[in-house]
């Protein structure tokens, strides 16, 4: 733990001064908002974390940060990587604390990107399971494919996208071509699949804000959700209950892309054990079926491989990553865009001035006045963006608003602009005309924009 702490000393006093005071209507993260562009804008910790508390953040970036490794190892506080895994470290897929991307053409493993796998609750016990699990596992892969192993192992498989064209036209007769992706696995491991396994492929989502997320207040979620869209206005948002593993219990649903886990610290957790391989406490058994034997076989790294005291140094990090402030708030393109976004309805969703909770020992992230452009609820998002998987109380049309806080920065930040759950979006506009369900209204007025129009609501989104 000493050599983290020395290693971090030289980035704590650079970051403590890399922030600035703004105004209050560009702080999309209240005061933990900073003041940061270029490649490092999401890396930040909060602006307003007291220095006392910047080494814990150094010290859980450090874990985030770095790879683990096969075991045994002398490195012991990171040994146990695998046997089967997607990715050694964290920030391999939250490239940045940015957001993943689906594989390029020439790419041998989808790097920042994994497949979700599940089956139909079918049988009486299988429905039983998936009340408190949220989904079924694939029998002989499990949750989740993991297309890595250790050295001279087998992974799982080979995650293979293909794409077929949708053409879409605005009312002026301009035309666009959005990507739909068809996603396979090939090579695989350890037998066949069962035949009615449903796959869902999953880009890393920006890790900026998470803390704020958490901090909003059940009862605020629990207001905004209308199941049964008793007000009439087409939007029936509804929150997602999931099994919360230190509670016991269920909990409202706030992360992942159909909100499928209850807390950071169950997030990272999981995240551990199914993107690493690594077991811990919330999560103490290794992720290999019945039918896959080398993770008996194969030295680990203990019985709780990622410590309850790394886990926390994780969560801390995780809470504590600064949303970057607006740019260009006054322009007057980007004024008329965020007008434009209201008028379209696209606010009903995305919604802003949110106070979060009074957290105890977290004083940075209690009582912001935040604008993550989310109701983190469940909506229905049509055909079109459908995986066809549920998970807890969602369908398999149903998806979590996706926070917009930050939106701008993604190229510079990860060098792309690929968006949706799938990264099937390539810019900011082929991801609003892939809305439906929902949210078919605002598009169809989306589509009825002229081309001065469309480009100030692009500029207002790209100003978030």
Not at 331 to 337: E, F, I, R
């Amino acid at each position: 733990m000493k050599l983290y702490l020395k290693s971090s000393l030289a980035w704590l006093l650079i970051s403590f001064f890399s922030f600035a005071v703004v105004a209050s209507d560009v702080k999309s993260g209240g005061n933990t908002s900073v003041k940061k562009e270029g490649a490092n804008a999401f890396s930040l910790p909060a602006a307003n974390l007291p220095m006392s508390k910047r080494l814990d953040f150094s010290v859980g970036n450090s874990f985030f940060r770095n790879p683990w490794v096969q075991a045994p190892a002398s490195t012991d506080a990171r040994d146990g990587l695998g046997p089967l895994f997607n990715t050694n470290g964290c920030q391999n897929c939250h490239v940045k604390d940015g957001r993943g991307h689906p594989p390029e053409e020439n790419d041998l493993h989808a790097v920042s990107m994994l497949v979700r796998l599940s089956i139909p609750a079918m049988s009486a016990e299988q429905k039983k399971a998936y009340i408190k699990d949220g989904v079924i596992p694939e029998p002989t892969y499990g949750g989740q494919l993991q297309d890595f192993a250790l050295q001279d192992q087998t992974p799982e498989g080979t995650i293979k996208i293909t794409y077929s064209d949708v053409p879409v036209t605005f009312a002026d007769g301009t035309k666009v071509v959005l990507r739909k992706p068809k996603v396979e696995i090939t090579d695989l491991g350890y037998g066949p699949m069962h035949p009615d396994t449903m796959l869902s492929a999953r880009v890393a989502p920006p890790m900026i804000g998470l803390g704020l997320l958490e901090s909003i207040p059940d009862e605020t979620l629990q207001a905004w959700s209308d199941e049964a869209d008793q007000d009439n206005d087409g939007i029936s948002g509804k929150v997602n209950k999931v099994w919360d593993v230190q509670k016991q219990d269920f909990a409202i649903g706030r992360f992942g892309w159909k909100a499928g886990q209850p807390t950071l610290m169950q997030q990272n957790a999981a995240a551990f054990n199914g993107d690493v391989g690594l077991t811990s406490r919330l999560f103490p058994n290794e992720n290999c079926t019945s039918a896959q034997t080398l993770c008996d076989e194969l030295p680990n790294g203990g019985k709780h491989e990622v410590s309850d005291n790394i886990l926390q140094f994780v969560e801390f990090y995780s809470q504590h990553l600064a949303v970057p402030i607006r740019r260009n708030v006054q322009d007057p393109q980007v004024k008329l865009g965020q007008t434009l976004f209201n008028d379209i309805g696209c606010q009903s969703c995305h919604k802003t001035n949110i106070k979060t909770a009074q957290r105890e020992g977290l004083p940075a992230l209690s009582n912001q006045i935040i604008h993550p452009y989310s109701d983190m609820l469940l909506h229905d998002m049509g055909e079109g963006l459908a995986d066809s998987r549920p998970e807890y109380l969602a369908n398999g049309q149903e998806w979590r608003t996706t926070p917009l806080w930050g939106l701008g920065y993604t190229e510079e930040v990860n060098g792309h602009t690929y968006l949706l759950h799938d990264g099937r979006a390539r810019n900011v506009m082929e991801a609003v005309l892939w809305h439906g369900g929902e949210a078919e209204m605002s598009k169809q007025k989306v589509l009825k924009l002229n081309v001065n129009e469309r480009e100030a609501l692009i500029a207002f989104l790209n100003s978030l």
